[in-house]
Nanobody, 130 residues
């Protein structure tokens, strides 16, 4: 019903910046339904659990951030383009991971919880070198 495709990953040096994108395709009869999906960015390093990085609510989009990225990462969405973005600044080597985009219908709580999301992209790799 929802397909997500991430892009924008790549190697970056510590302190550098990168912007990730996530394009959504929604296969149902409601053209406007993308607006009603809560969207999030998650990351998973080798040997670690997937963790929530940033998420944005439906419509106009209130942003939510993990404490570790507040002030450095910015999540945004363009509903007309059905695209989610993550601007990442001052990247750290320990943030090297596969970054995933997730979607869930109109989340009211636990918006940064991995378990709240039922649609996932294939991920984009972000290696941060020291």
């Amino acid at each position: 019903q929802v397909q997500l495709v991430e892009s924008g990953g790549g190697s970056v040096q510590a302190g550098g910046s990168l912007t990730l994108s996530c394009a959504a395709s929604i296969y149902n009869y409601d053209y406007y339904s993308y607006d009603y999906y809560s969207m999030g960015w998650f990351r998973q390093a080798p040997g670690k659990e997937r963790e929530g990085v940033a998420a944005i609510s439906i419509g106009g989009g209130s942003p939510y951030y993990a404490d570790s990225v507040k002030g450095r990462f910015t999540i945004s969405r363009d509903n007309a383009k059905r695209t989610l973005y993550l601007q990442m600044n001052s990247l750290k080597p320990e943030e090297s991971a596969m970054y995933y985009c997730g979607a869930a219908w109109n989340l009211q709580y636990r918006i940064l919880d991995t378990s709240s999301y039922n649609y996932w992209g294939q991920g984009t790799q972000v290696p941060v070198s020291s």
